[in-house]
């Protein structure tokens, strides 16, 4: 029997970063930054006017006697966008707009809401000092300076960061595509009437959903019966665009059941009995999909067609892979400790994943309520819990009271 971490070592290994793309600035939103942004000159260039006014000397605004400081000629003005390299003249102000070079040898900028907003000659209420209102150069950035580091997921912020230092293309991570495939004559969708003995498919609909918050790409093929050549065709036809395939069902060793089948002759798959619940048998491997250049190795992941196993393992395996493949730093989710309201009964040799509701906060520590039957979790109970609770190989009972390691579902 493979153990949990083996199973997941193998996946990790197995995959990698989709290599990167050089795409526009719109179309980067939502990737993860392939290579580090460096600044490629000072933001600003130049010292530039941090608010509406006017450009002085601030020591040809103090004195003035009783009267305050004294009224100064306007002898220009400057608009965001101009050239810099106006020279400033001692004892006069110049009229500038947030944004604009600040004349050369002018050191303050008094705002127009401090002034009467002379046009030819302006009053001010007050003495400036130097540097007040006025972003240097470099203020916001060195040349050379990193600004983005690969591995960082852009948003809005950083999509303007880039645009600030004139890129109007990034490399990026592309998000993976990831083809979805249930398996089983069983299934019917739940748009249709159902028949005796069939199943809702849920298996897809829920991976599809759990894909897209991940930040990948879902394509759910939808069912495919067990039939060896219908399933043989199917999965050839999905390699050509898919960066990742998942299968759901078609796991067990009876004759009727035909992933294992199926996936061997294709590529480098094995089946395994891996130690956890719920879900017991999982696949992974590599099959080969003819591309346009060259023949490429896309991973499969064979998951457990019960609904809830299907779930646990894709938050267990699939979902860190696909944040490796995407290019993030963290892959897992955030985990947290708490104490157990209830105890139960945990099957030896198996890593348990239970569905629980945890509530609380750093300050005063973690509680956790159990949901359901923690030997057979249903979707129901699933659907209300905001974690996993992890209960280790050696356990065999969890306690009232007893610190529960749990992988947080819900932020």
């Keep these: 029997m493979r153990s949990v971490q083996d199973h997941l070592a193998a996946v990790l290994a197995a995959v990698g970063p989709v290599a990167p793309l050089d795409v526009v600035l719109h179309d980067a939103t939502g990737c993860v930054l392939a290579a580090d942004v460096v600044a490629p000159r000072d933001v600003p260039d130049v010292a530039v006017a941090a608010r509406d006014g006017y450009a002085v000397l601030a020591h040809d605004t103090s004195g003035g006697g009783s009267a305050g400081p004294p009224a100064l000629p306007v002898a220009h003005d400057v608009h965001a966008g101009d050239a810099p390299g106006l020279r400033h003249v001692p004892g006069t102000a110049v009229l500038v707009a947030s944004g604009a070079p600040l004349p050369l040898g002018a050191d303050a900028v008094v705002p127009v809401e401090e002034t009467d907003r002379g046009a030819a000659r302006v009053h001010l209420q007050r003495s400036a000092v130097p540097g007040q209102h006025v972003r240097g150069a470099g203020a916001d950035v060195r040349a050379g300076e990193v600004v983005l580091t690969a591995g960082t997921r852009l948003g809005a912020r950083q999509v303007a960061l880039a645009a600030a230092m004139g890129r109007g293309r990034l490399p990026v991570h592309p998000t993976p595509r990831v083809v979805i495939l249930s398996v089983g004559d069983e299934l019917v969708e739940p748009t249709s009437g159902g028949r005796p003995g069939a199943v809702f498919e849920a298996d897809g609909h829920a991976l599809e959903s759990a894909v897209r918050d991940a930040g990948a790409v879902p394509v759910r093929v939808g069912i495919v019966p067990d039939d060896r050549a219908t399933l043989r065709e199917a999965v050839e036809d999905q390699l050509v665009r898919a960066d990742l395939l998942v299968l759901t069902g078609g796991l067990s060793e009876l004759a009727q059941d035909t992933v294992k089948d199926v996936l061997g ?6 089946l395994d009995q891996v130690a956890m619940t719920p879900g017991l048998r999982h696949g992974f491997g590599t099959l080969g999909a003819v591309g346009r250049d060259d023949e490429r190795r896309v991973p499969v992941l064979a998951l457990p067609g019960h609904p809830v196993a299907a779930q646990v393992a894709f938050e267990v395996f699939v979902r860190p892979a696909l944040r490796s493949m995407a290019g993030h730093v963290e892959l897992f989710r955030p985990s947290v400790t708490a104490v157990a309201d209830a105890g139960w009964i945990s099957p030896p040799g198996l890593r348990q ?31 209300h819990a905001n974690a996993l609770a992890v209960v280790g190989e050696q356990e065999l009972t969890v306690h009232p009271g007893q610190p529960v390691p749990c992988l947080v579902l819900e932020g």
């Design 353 to 383: 994943f239970v569905p629980v509701q945890v509530v609380g906060s750093p300050d005063e520590g973690y509680r956790l309520t159990p949901l359901g039957d923690a030997g057979a979790p249903s979707t129901t109970a699933l659907a």
């Design 265 to 270: 002759p294709l590529g480098a798959v094995r």
